[in-house]
Nanobody, 126 residues
Framework: QVELVESGGGVVQAGDSLRLSCAAS????????MGWFRQAPGKEREFVAT????????VYSDSVRGRFTISRDNAKNTVYLQMNSLKPEDTAVYYC???????????????????WGQGTQVTVSS
């Protein structure tokens, strides 16, 4: 059974940085695509970034490209989201997601992912 546990959220000021972590367990994730999504109050879940674990293929949303970086640590079975130059509009619950297969390496739709973490809150004040 796949388990994803996010951590690292918090309250920061605009311009600050945060690093989110997603600890993955229950599988060998070398053939998985991992994703970060976020959901602000009253809004739909939004794609942030994805990474294909083995190939290192990464995809970013236009709103975070150049400020956020997705990466993974094979030894720790952990995926990270480094968030720099945070803005108030980045405020949301951030979710880690996973789906089996390289075919999803560029997936940006939440429904493509079938494993989800519980989410971690990120609040950016102006």
């Amino acid at each position: 059974q796949v388990e994803l546990v996010e951590s690292g959220g918090g309250v920061v000021q605009a311009g600050d940085s945060l690093r989110l972590s997603c600890a993955a367990s229950g599988r060998t994730f070398s053939s998985y695509t991992m994703g970060w999504f976020r959901q602000a109050p009253g809004k739909e879940r939004e794609f942030v970034a994805t990474l294909y674990w083995s190939g290192g293929v990464t995809v970013y949303s236009d709103s975070v490209r150049g400020r956020f970086t997705i990466s993974r640590d094979n030894a720790k079975n952990t995926v990270y989201l480094q968030m720099n130059s945070l803005k108030p509009e980045d405020t949301a619950v951030y979710y880690c997601a996973a789906v089996l297969g390289r075919a999803f390496a560029r997936a940006t739709v939440a429904n493509d992912f079938n494993y989800w973490g519980q989410g971690t809150q990120v609040t950016v004040s102006s």
